[in-house]
Structure formats: C-alpha cells, structure tokens
C-alpha cells in the first residue's frame, strides 16, 4: 500500500508542475496582451506585448536556471562545510544519494540557532543541500536522516527546479501586473488609439483596458495561490519519498515534532526564500498563519500523513503545543 501511495502521488506531483507551469505561462501571455491592447488599442501592440512578456520570462527563467542557487545561498548566509568538518552530516548525506539514486549534492552550514534546511539547485548534478547548525546540534541520526531525506527527495524529485522557475514566472507576472496599475495611476491608460479617435475601435480598448485592469489586480493573487497550493503537496510527497529511502517514518515523525516546539526564528528567513525550507522560517512570526496562503502544510497534517503509512491514529487537530514538549 505504501509504495502505490508513493507512485500514485509522484505521478500527482508530475501533473501538477506541467499543470502550473503552463498556467503561468499562459496567464503570463494573456496578461501581457491584456495589456499591450489596452495601451496601444491596437492587434500589434497586443501581439508585441505578448512577445515581450514570454521573452522577458523566459530570459528570467534562463537566468534563474543557471544562478538561481547561488543567489538563495547567498541570501541564506549559507557557507560550503567539510567532511572532516562535520562527518556525521556528510555520511547521513552519502547513505541516503546511494538509496535514492543520485549524486552526493554540496553541502553547506548555516549558523543559525532556529531548525531548518533546505535544498537548491536545477537538477540531482547541480543540487546543494543546506542545514542549520541548530538542527545539526539537536536532532539525532534518525530525525536528521528523516530531514535529509526530505531535503534530497526534492532533489530526486526535480522540486528544487520547480521552485526556482515557477518563483520567477510568478514573479514576473507580479512585476508586470504592477508596471501597469503604476502606469495606469500616474498617466491615466496612456495614449488613446487612433481608431478611438476615429471612433472606430474606442469602446472595444476601454473594455479590454478595464480587463486588463482586474487581470493585474487578480492574476498575481491567483498565481500565488496556485503555487501555494502545490508547494504544500510537494511537501506531503517529500515527506513519504523521505519515508521511502529511510524506510523509518518515526525519524522524521519525530523531526517534525522536535520542529513544533521549537521557538526560534531565522535571523537569515525571509519571504523570497521561505518556500524552500524544510519548516516554513516565517512561520513563527505569525501564531495563525492562513493555510490557504502558507507555504507548508501545518506541521500536524504532515505528521498525521506520516501516520497512515504505519497505520498509527492520526493526531487532533489541537495536537501541535504538546508535540515539542512531548518529544
């Protein structure tokens, strides 16, 4: 039963990538053309719009493909370790690659107190795994082979790829819708067409101008959610893959509740990177976070997903305050 819930869930995870991938893309398109018409009130404005917008994320998502790792560790504060440095760390790693099939990732630290880790890159031959030296200090072999486990099922699964360019393409609809609300405050829509001069094709651009208005107030809230929504169900999937390669769910069962009653937050968290972490960072600094607009599911369902692995009682949804004290 639970290797046709690890297949049936990979499979899941695959459509849904394709699935938001080419939403993005698509809303992208619409969204630019929206736009183009709505200022020029012409078909060639529309169509060069459409053109800059795709172009413009494509060469964002070519930059984010090629760098984009090096800048999230960057931004985390992330430093390369040893194996001499840490040994405990680099042989959980190297055990768990040979289980799962793929190239031992780079390694860094991060001095931080809070318990986390995350794992970047464009696919298993460019992939980095990075872990806090408060976690490394306070789980056990078993809790952190769970958390590496995670971490490397990304990997595997081609997550970290994933985060990287659908981040940017949403990004850029984010970048695009707000040129054009800023725009349309500060000039009023722009020039008017000749056609609405002439009174031939006015009405159909102040229609199109009004859609092109709600599309950029909608399409990045919408787009937000979407990716939300399935960077909480990659989460679920590298939970049971990390299962699958450990063949142990009371490690990371255990990590997760250790994660529950730990209060620390991340000097280096924040909101560009969060979605990349094994526990959201941001969450601690917002005792009731909206489940529709987190990046992780809470902490108690992964737990309870756990759990109908091994076929445990799932856990109350009051659970998480007593899961710290309890480990």
Do not use: C
Not at 38 to 62: D, N
Not at 110 to 130: C, L, Y
Not at 162 to 186: D, H, K, M, P
Not at 201 to 222: D, H, K, R, S, W
């Amino acid at each position: 039963m639970a290797s046709a819930t690890f297949y049936s869930e990979k499979a899941a995870n695959r459509r849904n990538s394709v699935f938001l991938v080419v939403l993005v893309l698509l809303l992208l398109g619409v969204l630019g053309g929206a736009i183009g018409y709505a200022l020029t009130g012409s078909q060639a404005g529309m169509v060069g719009a459409i053109l800059v917008a795709v172009v413009i994320g494509g060469l964002s998502s070519i930059g984010s493909y090629l760098v984009g790792d090096k800048l999230v560790l960057a931004a985390s504060s992330a430093k390369p370790v040893s194996e001499e440095e840490a040994p405990q760390l680099y042989n959980v790693i190297r055990e768990l690659t040979i289980a799962a099939g793929i190239p031992m990732p780079a390694v860094y630290v991060i001095q931080e107190d809070a318990m986390n880790a995350f794992a970047t890159g464009r696919d298993p031959n460019h992939s980095s795994i990075a872990i806090t030296t408060g976690l490394l200090n306070v789980m056990n072999r078993e809790e952190l082979q769970g958390v590496l486990g995670h971490e490397l099922s990304h990997v595997r699964n081609f997550d970290i790829r994933f985060s990287l360019l659908v981040g940017v393409l949403v990004g850029g609809i984010a970048l695009l819708s707000s040129f054009f609300l800023r725009y349309t405050f500060w000039f009023g829509g722009g020039r008017r067409s000749n056609n609405d001069n002439n009174g031939g094709g006015g009405g159909l651009q102040i229609i199109v101008f009004v859609i092109a208005i709600i599309l950029a107030i909608l399409a990045p809230i919408f787009t937000r959610l979407v990716q939300l929504a399935v960077s909480r169900q990659r989460e679920y999937l590298a939970d049971a893959s990390s299962v699958e390669l450990t063949r142990n769910p009371h490690g990371l069962e255990s990590a997760l509740a250790k994660l529950a009653g730990d209060r620390t937050v991340m000097k280096e968290a924040n909101p560009a990177t969060q979605h990349l972490y094994f526990h959201n960072p941001l969450m601690k600094l917002n005792a009731n976070p909206s489940a529709l607009f987190s990046t992780h599911p809470p902490l108690v369902d992964r737990i309870n997903r756990l759990r109908q692995l091994t076929g445990e009682a799932p856990l109350g949804p009051d659970a998480s305050g007593s899961l710290g004290a309890a480990s």
